[in-house]
């Protein structure tokens, strides 16, 4: 089992289905994982807010959590979303997907209950007692409506050792200079949002938790590992480079627009469950002259290029 890698490029994988939604489509995230791994991604973290994992049955979750560390092979590690609205569903979820191979898990806070930032804190370490295993935190409120500040993530830091990583999708480079700033080397900081991967890993943060990359593997991921290198200068280029499409990435609630894409390549089908529902046809259009403006084209296309 790999060491979990926390720097680079993660994509936060979306969860194929079959045409009516109402099955895994395995064929698809075995294509899927092969295209991350061949676009240079380092970390693939299944069963996410992009994986619609509230909508996944526990039994789901399990098949997708191994089937992506069996096509994964022990080539790049596998972090798999666990969190929920329950600190004992969130235990039994962890501990279900390291039984099935991750080699750890991301808690995203608790939403619905509106915990207190005690209540946050204890959650987190209850968690972190239950499961000998790294953990990387997900602070993202607008979809919890709760926001773990940074004295929070601090008191976390110093009672649980495991708790290695946070998501920050507060959309505030600020909020990552502070913990950066607090923390140091103590908590690797990943950027949860496409768009501010470059002001973000200026900043501290190691990398990036990205949507896009399910699109562009290649592409999102030469961004962190260029600023790594040093390479400021063809970073802040290739970073600017991707904004159209990381911004049709949400033109509609994540993952629709992602899923429309990848059908419009050809790599599976654009269904989503209920409560969402496809990408408009407007927005379909918009993600592919986005990509057709990049010089992205499906295979086979006369104009441009397959994406990576």
Not at 248 to 267: C, D, H, I, Q
């Amino acid at each position: 089992m790999p060491e979990l890698h926390l720097a680079g490029t993660f994509t936060a994988l979306v969860t194929p289905f079959t045409p009516d939604g109402e099955a895994l489509d395995l064929d698809a995230l075995d294509a899927l994982v092969e295209a991350q791994i061949a676009g240079g991604v380092d970390v693939l973290v299944p069963c996410g807010t992009t994986g619609e994992a509230p909508t996944l049955s526990e039994d789901e979750a399990a098949t997708v959590i191994r089937r992506v560390v069996a096509v994964a092979s022990g080539r790049v590690p596998v972090l798999a979303g666990t969190g929920s609205f329950s600190t004992r569903k969130t235990i039994a979820a962890s501990r279900a997907a390291l039984s099935a191979g991750a080699d750890g898990v991301m808690l995203v806070m608790p939403y619905y209950s509106k915990p207190s930032q005690d209540g946050l804190r204890e959650h987190v370490l209850a968690v972190a007692r239950a499961i000998p295993a790294p953990i990387v935190l997900y602070n993202v409120p607008s979809r919890t409506v709760v926001d773990l500040t940074a004295d929070t993530t601090e008191q976390i830091c110093a009672a649980a050792p495991n708790v290695v990583g946070l998501k920050d999708a507060t959309g505030n480079v600020l909020r990552c200079q502070e913990l950066v700033r607090r923390l140091g080397d103590r908590l690797a900081i990943l950027c949860g949002d496409d768009a501010l991967t470059l002001p973000m890993m200026a900043s501290g943060a190691r990398g990036v938790i990205s949507v896009t990359s399910n699109v562009l593997p290649r592409e999102v991921s030469d961004v962190p590992r260029l600023v790594a290198a040093g390479e400021f200068a063809a970073a802040r280029a290739r970073h600017l480079a991707l904004l159209d499409v990381h911004a049709s990435m949400f033109l509609e609630p994540n993952p629709a627009p992602a899923k429309a894409a990848l059908a419009w390549l050809g790599r599976m089908n654009h269904a989503v469950r209920l409560p969402l529902v496809p990408a408009s046809a407007e927005t379909q259009a918009k993600t592919a002259q986005a990509l057709e403006r990049l010089g992205v084209a499906p295979p086979g296309s006369s104009t441009g290029s397959s994406a990576s």
